[in-house]
């Protein structure tokens, strides 16, 4: 018996192992069946699953088939179950989307919303594809402003597996930036601060323009615009601490505020240049470079030089050469040393560049921007240096270059990614002067005109004294170099009005080509041909200005004039600056064809400087000559007219020569004019609303008149006839001089301006006015 036990075992555990073998079988897959698919074939939902005929049946293969059949976004639903060795596959299919449909939307085209939703037409329907479509369009809504927009999907079926898909858009109303607020600031006025931000203030012409609406893109690049500006203007330690958004609670507005950390400005101090590369010359390399010393601390400066330095060391066939700006900086006395160190940068090329983004602006447009092209040597500074051209171009809302792997190890691929930003802008204003009474003008200004980066404005204007009408066009980058063309044309005409008895045409056009001397130096030359014409000349005009008609009703001619102007340009601020200078000069030579012959001399020269953080001292001075050549007189439509737009508390044309039989004014050859001016802020006047106060003293005079009209005085008036008196021609070169205050107001309809002026020297035959209120001149 004890020799059979073992064998008994020994069957029993036979008998079991059959039996497993046998359960193993009934577990596996003998059959996959699909069921309920109309458009997918078998196979397809089959390839999906990650267990086959054969396999054993796992619950967890079967859990990773279920995922992968929903992640192919065919199927609603999807379920796998077994019986016996068959394994049923259970599918629902999604719908196939038939049309897209958008009900609601007022404030944005129907072709818009459809490049934005991912579902199209014969489309497969997913609902999460139709909740990230839900998302752009609320995502296209909030570039626009409105934030209270919603998106409702409703889906209609129709037979045969489709269905229609409308997106219902209740549009809201548009949210707009009610605020923006600057916390910190001393050097600059939050007024000043909101020039250089690109989102604005709402105000009444929203409807014109798309700044006014929160934008996080821009908010970015309004953070970078504003400590550029700070980094140029010698506050080197400047930082934009926050920039925080708040929601009212009604959702009506949006209110932003910078937090800025300006520190204190700086100068430059010692400037040097160090190289380490042999062979570099480094003796004549100070002549490209921008900063001086005892200058103000300005990055742009600094950014500029580095480049002209990597430029010129590139021409010189040190291809690789790398320039790093040193900065040595002295906190207490507030002073910068700058070392350009000139070592030798890694060999790498550029394979090429891509472009990325520009849906309207044409490649060449930004390509140009580069101081680099494919196949040159890769350097970083120059790549960074386009980029900042490209954002100062104005044209994109954002800016951002990446580097990646070449096809070598020596080769690297720039991809320029461009957001771009509306360009094209109307706009339009009404107001009242003191001189025209009822004015007006309408503007249409494209910036990026065909996708090409040129400028291109139409405007017309006018009042019930004038009609004026001025077409420009400007290619800032003619020949793909930096020079400036291109040309003006207008249509101007004066009606009647107080001292100028008759009606004054002038039509014509200028060329013109601009480009820089230095980095604030610009030259500009121009051709213009003009047609002046006097008409409709009253009965009781003076003899003078009946003899420049040559006692006819009428008289017309051609002027052809070639001039030259240079400019140079310190200021701080493009628009409200508080300190530097501005310069500018230049001539008009008239004679080269036509019917006159005259040269013109004109200069300016202002000056600002900061007497507290919000006040600020402005000085101008500005002259002009006219003289005839060739035997030729000055005639009377090519002299200079001055009155209260120069010298306050005097009318337009109240200045200069004037026929006192009958008040014409005659105007003259030679002008001056200074300027003494005080801004400030005004007390208890929130700055937001951009109204600010100033003080000034005006002095100046207008003479000299042509010798045929001298040789009028004591004749008579009309010839022949004594009862109409004798021509009192009075051309006094006296000083006069005016006092007064006013405010301007940074309006929504433009810079407005409104001045009491007393005359306190003056001849007694000048033209006083107390108030003149109009569009204020910056200077």
Do not use: C
């Amino acid at each position: 018996m004890a020799l059979l036990a073992p064998l008994a075992m020994t069957s029993a555990g036979g008998l079991g192992l059959f039996a497993i073998e046998a359960q193993a079988q009934d577990l596996r897959v003998r059959e996959i069946q699909v069921a309920g698919n109309r458009r997918v074939e078998p196979e397809t939902v089959r390839s999906y699953l990650r267990f086959s005929v054969g396999d054993a049946y796992n619950e967890g293969r079967v859990n990773q088939s279920i995922t992968a059949l929903f992640a192919t976004g065919l199927f609603s639903d999807v379920r796998i179950e077994r019986n016996g060795g068959t394994v049923v596959v259970t599918v629902v299919e999604n719908p196939v989307i038939n049309q897209i449909a958008f009900e609601g939307n007022r404030q944005v085209e129907k072709a818009t919303l459809e490049t934005e939703v991912q579902l199209k037409p014969r489309s497969v329907f997913t609902r999460a594809k139709v909740q990230a479509d839900v998302q752009r369009i609320l995502d296209v809504y909030r570039r626009q402003g409105r934030f209270a927009a919603t998106v409702e999907p409703k889906i209609i079926e129709l037979d045969h597996g489709r269905v229609n898909l409308v997106f219902e858009i209740n549009e809201g109303g548009a949210t707009k930036v009610k605020s923006i607020q600057f916390v910190g600031n001393r050097a600059f006025s939050d007024t000043q601060l909101r020039d250089i931000v690109t989102t604005t203030q709402e105000s009444w012409f929203d409807f014109l323009k798309g700044t006014a609406f929160y934008d996080p893109d821009r908010l970015n690049l309004d953070r970078e615009l504003l400590r550029q500006y700070y980094l140029k203007n010698g506050h080197a330690d400047v930082r934009i601490v926050a920039a925080d958004v708040h929601l009212d609670r009604d959702g009506s507005g949006f209110f932003i505020t910078y937090v800025i950390e300006e520190g204190e400005p700086y100068v430059f101090g010692d400037i040097r240049i160090e190289s380490k590369l042999p062979g570099v010359d480094t003796s004549d390399l100070s002549g490209y470079i921008i900063t001086k010393r005892g200058g103000l601390f300005n990055a742009g400066e600094i950014d500029k030089s580095v480049e002209a330095l990597t430029l010129v060391l590139t021409e010189r066939g040190s291809t690789f050469a790398r320039v790093r700006p040193r900065a040595d900086r002295d906190a207490v006395g507030r002073v910068i040393a700058l070392t350009y160190v000139i070592d030798e940068g890694p060999r790498v090329y550029v394979e090429r560049i891509n472009v990325i983004g520009n849906l309207r602006t044409r490649d060449y447009v930004i390509r140009r921007e580069f101081r680099l092209a494919e196949g040159d040597a890769y350097n970083p500074l120059l790549v960074e240096s386009a980029k900042k051209r490209l954002q100062n171009m104005g044209l994109f809302k954002a800016v951002d270059i990446k580097r990646r792997p070449g096809s070598a190890e020596d080769r690297v691929v720039l991809d320029v990614n461009v957001t771009e930003q509306p360009t094209g802008e109307i706009s339009f204003g009404a107001g009242y002067s003191s001189q025209e009474g009822i004015i007006g003008d309408i503007g249409f200004t494209e910036r990026n005109f065909m996708g090409k980066g040129q400028f291109l404005r139409l405007k017309l204007g006018g009042s019930l004294e004038r009609m004026q009408i001025d077409l420009s066009f400007t290619e800032p980058r003619f020949l793909d170099r930096n020079l400036s063309a291109g040309f003006d044309l207008f249509y101007r005409i004066v009606q009647k009005y107080d001292y100028q008895p008759y009606e004054h045409t002038r039509a014509g056009g200028t060329v013109r080509l601009g480009a820089p001397l230095s980095e604030y130096l610009w030259v500009n030359t121009s051709y213009t041909l003009s047609y002046d014409k006097m008409s409709d000349i009253s009965e009781d005009a003076s003899r003078a200005i009946r003899m420049a008609a040559n006692d006819q009703t009428s008289f017309d001619y051609w002027t052809s004039a070639v001039g030259t102007s240079f400019t140079y340009d310190r200021r701080n601020h493009p628009k409200t600056p508080t300190a530097g200078y501005y310069l500018m000069g230049g001539v008009d030579f008239a004679g080269l064809g036509g019917d006159v012959q005259y040269a013109r001399f004109q200069g300016e020269a202002r000056y600002y400087y900061p007497i507290t953080e919000r006040i600020t001292f402005v000085g101008r001075l500005a002259g002009g000559h006219v003289m005839g050549w060739g035997g030729e007189e000055v005639r009377l439509l090519d002299q200079f007219y001055k009155g209260g737009e120069t010298i306050r508390g005097f009318n337009r044309l109240g200045i200069g020569a004037r026929d006192l039989t009958t008040d014409d004014s005659l105007g003259g050859h030679t002008y001056y004019v200074g300027t003494a001016e005080v801004r400030f802020p005004i007390p208890f006047v929130p700055d937001e609303l951009g109204i600010s106060g100033a003080a000034f003293v005006d002095a100046g005079s207008l003479f000299g008149i042509s010798n045929s009209v001298k040789a009028l005085n004591g004749q008579l008036e009309v010839p022949g006839d004594p009862s109409k008196g004798v021509v009192n021609i009075k051309d006094g070169g006296g000083l006069r001089v005016s006092a007064g205050f006013g405010l301007i107001w940074n309006s929504p309809l433009g810079p407005l301006r409104g001045d009491f002026g007393w005359a306190l020297m003056k001849e007694s035959y000048d033209k006083e006015q107390l108030f003149r209120f109009g569009a204020s001149t910056r200077f």
